[in-house]
């Protein structure tokens, strides 16, 4: 196992650049980030990966950027044979921001950090609280974020979208995938194909939801005044919100809400 430390007071990016297994990330207290690389199986091959894995210390602005890039090992006509799996553990102090690439490679992020920009084929994602922007781009995995401090852009083609809740703005897309998030506190919009739809509270702003088959579920938080713009040609369409629902107040948070769907049924809830 290779395992380095790097002194990281003040910014911190991570870059971590691995084909496949496990990348681990923990936020601690204190100015220092430790990198731990190691792989399955014990061949010369799989030794001169990690070996031969960059893992270096760059300044960044007035910060810095540590690098993990793990090399694909490659054979004839250019094929790719990555017989190994990858264990990437990083300690690094809380608020780190985050850059991910992999193939199939599980991300999971324990404690607090800062942006999150992940680039995934078939692992599976998931991060404990996250305070800055958040762009994910996955293809079959399942992406998992509890808390989002920013806005977010998460995207995938057959991955499950789940998030507990998110501040800013944010766009939520997916195939055949199911997008679920708690708690949004700002616009929103979710793109599905087949996926179902569910927004478990919303607040303020645009709420925009957009299906072809998959089904709808919104819930409107008590206090704000909404605005309902719902279209469904085969589906079933569904409110608990009447006229005695609506606030006294006039100047309470309000929600533009358009609902659109082919077959899929809607339901707009009070949350």
């Known amino acids: 196992m290779r395992r380095e430390t790097f002194h990281t007071p003040g910014t911190l ?12 990330l923990e936020s601690v207290d204190g100015d220092e980030t430790t990198v731990e690389l190691d792989a399955s199986g014990s061949s010369d091959a799989v030794q001169e990966l990690v070996d031969g894995a960059r893992i270096e210390l760059r300044q960044r602005g007035d910060g810095y950027e540590v690098l993990v890039d793990v090399p694909r090992r490659r054979g004839g006509l250019g094929l790719i044979f990555d017989r190994a799996d990858f264990r990437l553990h990083v300690l690094a102090p809380h608020g780190a921001d985050v850059q991910v690439s992999t193939a199939s490679a599980d991300v999971d992020g324990r404690g607090r950090f800062g942006g999150l920009r992940a680039d995934l ?50 766009t ?5 995938g199911d997008v679920a998030v708690d708690e949004a ?35 409107i938080r008590r206090g704000s005044r909404v605005r309902i713009d719902v279209r469904s040609m085969s589906g079933d369409t569904t409110s608990e ?31």
């Open 121 to 170: 084929a078939s692992g599976d994602l998931r991060f404990a609280e996250l305070s800055g922007f958040v762009e994910v781009k996955s293809a079959s995995g399942d992406v998992a974020l509890e808390r989002i401090g920013g806005g977010a852009k998460v995207s995938t083609a057959s991955g499950d979208v789940r998030v507990g809740s998110v501040e800013g703005e944010a």
């Open 13 to 24: 990016t991570l870059d971590l650049r691995v084909p496949s297994g496990e990348i681990t």
């Open 241 to 271: 919100l009447d006229i005695e629902d609506a606030p006294v107040l006039s100047d309470g948070p309000e929600v533009e809400l358009r609902a659109t769907s082919m077959s899929g049924d809607v339901r707009i809830l009070r949350a």
């Open 185 to 219: 506190n700002a616009s929103v919009t979710v793109q599905t194909a087949s996926g179902d739809q569910r927004l478990g509270s919303v607040a303020s702003g645009r709420v925009t939801m957009q299906s072809a088959s998959g089904d709808q579920t919104v819930g």
């Open 172 to 176: 939520f897309r997916s195939a055949s």
